[in-house]
């Protein structure tokens, strides 16, 4: 059974930082993927960054320049950063994790490749 447990949501203003971190429990396998997924309300969850065992890192365009994914544990804990928040990046904040690794950045960033979800963490930008 394999559980993922996020962190470090908050309220901050536009053009502030935050730190999303999650971490990995129960079994895990040598390749991977693992990944940062968002879903506003009314909107689709989407992709923000991927990295996988091979170390292909992916961002959506939106994060490109801004967001910085990192494992601070292979298969065991992932972070996000944050900077340069906007309104629009208001958000849940959801870690994933597929066992697989996938060889376009368009299937790293797809919902439907994850099978393991953590509840969520809220970021909230004011203006």
């Known amino acids: 059974q394999v559980q993922l447990v996020e962190s470090g949501g908050g309220s901050v203003q536009r053009g502030g930082s935050l730190r999303l971190s999650c971490v990995v429990s129960?079994?895990?396998?040598?390749?991977?993927?693992m990944a940062w997924f968002r879903e506003a309300p009314g909107k689709e969850r989407e992709g923000v960054a991927a990295?996988?065992?091979?170390?292909?890192?992916s961002y959506a365009d939106f994060a490109k320049g801004r967001f910085t994914i990192s494992e601070d544990s292979p298969r065991r804990s992932l972070s996000l950063q944050l900077n340069n928040l906007s309104p629009e990046d208001t958000a849940m904040y959801y870690c994933?994790?597929?066992?697989?690794?996938?060889?376009?950045?368009?299937?790293?960033?797809?919902?439907?490749?994850?099978?393991?979800w953590g509840q969520g963490t809220q970021v909230t930008v004011s203006s």
């Open positions: 129960g079994n895990t396998y040598r390749s991977y993927s």
């Open positions: 994933a994790v597929a066992w697989a690794v996938y060889g376009h950045a368009s299937h790293r960033l797809s919902r439907l490749g994850y099978g393991h």
């Open positions: 990295i996988d065992s091979d170390l292909n890192i």
